[in-house]
């Protein structure tokens, strides 16, 4: 991996840097997360975070664009994450994911000198890192929000498709979650939008969880805005009103 520290006089690009995160947090979850609430703004070729000390608080989202790069960078400038605001700029070298596609991997504009001896060496913990987290393979996989009649059934119709469908009320029963899915990654999405009030999961049923607003109408925003979003490539968000 290329160094991608920054400095301040760093043009716009596709990756963004970001500092300032909860080191508490454990990496796949952070990864995740980083994902959930960043891929909102366009296709997310690669999340990138380490274990190391010199890397700890620190990540880099790698966009198709630099116009969802810029978007990400100005709307979730101090953005609560895992209660730490976050501090986001552009990166200052690209990503090898970037430098691969647009044919400037070798030679690197900018490298410093030791970067040749650690070149493999980084290139392999890359490699393990990305084996854990998400795969750049899987960017076929995110894009626009399918239509609900695409979605894939989990288990049958009735476990995910109320018969009646509940009237428009201000909770939202949100189902297909990936199991990993944690109260924070929910809260961080819907939190997004007008009259959040909280999350509940049930703990004794992974992959559903209910989502209460202010009002029927700031639910229905909410709605309208997460329907079919993918916090995993193989788990469409679907998102109905709560039966009460």
């Known amino acids: 991996m290329a160094d991608m520290s920054t400095g301040g006089d760093v043009p716009p690009n596709m990756t963004i840097y970001i500092n300032n995160l909860n080191e508490k947090i454990k990496l796949e979850e952070l ?59 552009y990166a ?59 979605i894939p059934y989990m288990g049958g119709a009735k476990s995910l498709v109320p018969e009646a469908p509940a009237p428009p009320n201000n909770i939202l029963f949100v189902q297909n979650l990936p199991h990993e899915t944690t109260p924070m990654m929910l809260q961080m999405l ?22 209460e607003y202010g009002d029927e109408g700031q639910s229905g925003v909410a709605m309208q805005g997460l329907q079919g979003f993918k916090i995993t490539p193989q788990n469409p968000m679907l998102i109905t009103y709560a039966k009460k």
């Open 190 to 211: 819907f939190c997004q939008y007008a009259g959040f009030k909280e999350v509940r999961m049930v703990e004794a049923k992974p992959g559903i969880a209910f989502v």
């Open 92 to 150: 200052k070298t690209k990503s090898d994911v970037i430098a691969k596609a647009d044919g400037t991997f070798v030679p690197r504009e900018r490298r410093k000198r030791h970067e040749d001896r650690g070149r493999k060496r980084r290139e392999q913990h890359d490699a393990n890192q990305a084996g854990m987290g998400l795969n750049p393979a899987y960017a076929g996989a995110y894009g626009a929000t399918p239509p609900l009649s695409q």
């Open 31 to 89: 990864k995740k997360s980083l994902y959930a609430v960043f891929s909102q703004f366009g296709k997310i070729l690669e999340v990138l975070a380490f274990k190391t000390l010199k890397h700890k608080g620190q990540a880099w989202v790698v966009f198709e664009d630099v116009s969802s790069a810029t978007n990400a960078l100005r709307q979730m400038q101090g953005f609560p994450f895992y209660d730490k605001p976050m501090k986001i700029q």
